[in-house]
């Protein structure tokens, strides 16, 4: 049994064609498997130990999926359409969350392909440890789904079937990470002119990563301040002259929505060295009021928007209300973040609070907002870290 070549585009529906496999996407993993004899049955989604040695043997087994069962809703501040932890390359125009004949739970994921050049790929970042091996299991509903994972350090073929037959199949796969890989991305697809399929109760279970550390202010010797800027709804052009006039390295927050309205924005005034922009989840909630796999969606979907508007991925958090528990914690690491940093000094609208005695300190980190006021406010901090002896500074920079 073959997997379908692509089909031409010129030609309607047609039945799966036994020739060699086109290198595209994961098809290229997908004739790996071919060559040895076509695709097994399922492997057993029994969760696979950490290899010997590696940096999570011994770990709890969890499983580390973003929004795994579809259930968790989008945001009113996520982008129009999307699905809460995964990024679908056809948009809502192809993918979208269902409530009919789900696996499990009351919703899944439906996909239909909008065009016969698409196999309607959904995928997401997994946060993983180095040398460490994973089972990423999924039920699937349809016609040539394929689950497989990239960027794992090791290539690994992708698991698939040719039909579910019109009920629900699991598929699953193992891989074993390289010595550097921190992230995987998982997918899963259809393929060309095969019509619509659904996805439900995703896995990719193996150690999770550290907890982030949270932290409110750097320890150093250096004779250094960082300034930091939340949120993101008023950009204005006195905030962004001064910054450039003084070479601010500035650390900003923005909220995913705003950072997309004005993308060149953020990216002017975070232009000095040290600068970076940084994650503060989607929609601004007191996450320590919600479970951890909410919060994971809050925070990894604002890490994917800014890495995809600014190239980098965040590795600070700043929790929104500085409002943070346990859980934040580890779904911060969960995302890639290292540390959920909150601050030990407000200058916003016209402040000057330190929280502890004297002037500012080395190693302090000051919070600010983009608002209407922010000109005056970076011109009192500066002035109140020139007073004590010190020099605004790139915050990741001190921490990774």
Known sequence: MSTPSRPSMSAGPAAPAHRPLPVRLSALAAGVLLAVGGPAAPASA???????????????????????????????????GSVPGWRCTGGPAEAAVTTTAPHSGG????VTPASDDSNGECAQTVSVQPNTTYTASAWVRGKYVHLGATGTGRDVAPAWTASTNGGWQQLTTRFTTGPDARTVRLYVHGWY???????????????????????????????????????GWQRTPEAERFIADHRLPITAFPLPMPAATDPGFFRRVTAAPGSSVQDHSVSH??????????????????????TRLFGAAPTVFRPPYFAWNADTLQAAANCGIRTVM???????????????????SPGDVVLLHWTDTLATDLQRALAAAEAAGLKPAGLASYLH
């Open 285 to 306: 909630q007191d996450l320590s009021k919600l479970p951890l796999a909410e919060q994971q969606v809050e925070i990894c979907d604002a890490r994917d928007s800014l």
């Open 107 to 110: 919703s899944a994921l439906g």
């Open 46 to 80: 029994d969760p696979a130990p950490a290899a010997p040695g590696a940096e999570g043997a011994g770990a709890p087994v969890v499983n580390l999926a973003t929004n795994p069962g579809f259930e968790i809703p989008a945001s009113s501040l996520a982008d129009w």
């Open 342 to 360: 909150t601050a030990n000094a407000d200058f916003s609208w016209g402040a000057s609070n330190i929280w502890h005695e004297g002037t500012l």
């Open 193 to 231: 002119q095969q019509g619509p399929f659904a996805v439900d109760d995703v896995r990719v279970d193996g150690p999770a990563p550290a907890p982030a550390t949270g932290a409110g202010s750097v320890p150093t010797g250096d004779r250094v301040v960082f300034f930091t800027v939340d949120d």
